[in-house]
DNA sequence: CGGCTTCGTATTGTCGGACAAACAGACGGT
DNA sequence: ACCGTCTGTTTGTCCGACAATACGAAGCCG
């Protein structure tokens, strides 16, 4: 039988709500900051209970288009890139992605972040990086405190690259790989110098705006993480496991 | 003052019972597909009221942790891709990012993926792409079905990359740059033969499992689209316009 | 005996109303 | 100008109710 009729979906009231509120800030009628209506003056717009406006506000609510201040009233906001970027680690890690897609990623986007970076970073953000290779030096044999100067030390690279989609792109993937150096230093005992080393180079070759340079020595940096990696008795095909995802967050603490 | 108290935070009850009902997901206690409990049974295991649990629910719905088959009843699920990728797109676009990120990410994003489909493509996928090719020859005259099989073509590459996390990484970069081809075509005689050629010389080096070539001419590929935004008087530098955007989805419909 | 219909029950979606807690803004006192 | 108080508003939570729908079991017919 031929498709005669297009599928109907009767969708629940509360998510029409939930469209319709949706439309209005995507479509600029409501701009970002600007307060949501309250709820009983919903329910007179859209002639429905307030039991079905409010589950329609918590749909929003989740998706990051609406936030809350101290107050509990609702205003339209920016989906923050943290709660996004948190969000897509969590669904990559239910889909079981395995550390080689992690691996093969992350070296596409954090060799394009450090070349881009090479041309834009300011002098600041040079600086802060200056900063963490610092620290990064006074830790060498604290696995834990290592692995977090690792995270951050990318994260600034990316924010250098003046790149918004970048950035975002590259988080959800940087929160599941960078955790894993913690347990590849506890057992490698010049793991930690060899990563000195690699932000150093690349520190300098920032600091020279150098873009070749610092895209080899990324990839060299990201390949040492592989080796590390299978070095620690690891299989690059085995799926990401829920142990490292500490810092994957629910609610605002930690899972 | 120094900061003496960590911030107190009180969340409402709903929220506490998504949190709970969002942990049993990720830590594995509730497996994809497992039913959640009825309405009733949520009530007594939590102790609240049926609309307190039922606006936690509605804060999962959203995330793509919870589904409803036709039956409107509820399972736990793995988030779809292509939802995470819709609203992933939507933030980009809220958040005003140029087409100059969107590029540079693209340029960085297809050339790993097409790089990883030349070793991994299989038989069937490279035939997808020849349909592809076929039919983009059949329509080089029509720049809005043109722009279509621009973006399932790339799309092809990215799944024959074998790779979900860079495959999801591109897909929502994707969704905001090859709409715009299609106004690059209204003015342009011989951007579709370009684009013809290029895809042509994509399918040739998959084909051959040519790793450098498939990567050049991916590259030679994103290069051209960008000169063919700037021969159409745009700016890169322009926000992403929301004109664009008939195919950012709003709950199921677009928008 | 198997397939189909029918009917009762369970579950969800929506509604109405109610109340306590927290808050914003106005008011007045010092 | 600062402080505390008061009041109306808004949100969070609860209770109860009912219609629509889906599911599952019982019964019917071939």
Chains 1, 2 share one sequence.
Do not use: C
């Amino acid at each position: 039988m031929a498709e005669r009729f297009e599928r109907i979906q009767a969708s629940p009231a509360y998510q029409l709500v939930a469209d319709a509120i949706e439309r209005e800030i995507l479509s600029g009628r409501i701009q970002p900051g600007e307060r949501i209506g309250t709820e009983a003056a919903l329910v007179e717009q859209f002639g429905v209970n307030r039991s079905t406006v409010r589950e329609g506000i918590r749909l929003l609510e989740q998706s990051g288009l609406i936030r809350r201040d101290s107050s509990r009233r609702l205003y339209a906001s920016l989906p923050r890139y943290a709660k996004l970027a948190s969000r897509i680690s969590r669904a990559l890690l239910l889909h079981e992605v395995t550390f080689r897609e992690l691996y093969e990623t992350t070296m596409a986007l954090e060799v394009a972040s450090v070349r881009l970076a090479a041309e834009r970073i300011t002098p600041p953000q040079l600086q802060a990086i200056a900063d963490n290779l610092a620290r990064t030096e006074a830790a060498l044999d604290d696995p834990r405190i290592l692995s977090e100067l690792d995270t951050e030390f990318h994260a600034l690279i990316a924010e250098a690259a003046g790149n918004r989609v970048l950035q975002l792109a590259r988080e959800p993937t940087s929160l599941l790989i960078y955790p894993t150096t913690q347990v590849i230093f506890e057992g490698s005992p010049r793991g930690p110098s060899r990563l000195l080393e690699a932000h150093s180079r690349l520190h300098a070759a920032l600091a020279a705006r150098d873009r070749q340079a610092a895209g080899v020595w990324m990839e060299r940096h990201v390949v040492d993480w592989r080796k590390g990696f299978e070095r620690a008795g690891k299989d690059l095909d085995t799926p990401v496991e829920r142990v490292y995802m500490d810092h994957v967050m629910v609610g605002g603490s930690r899972l």
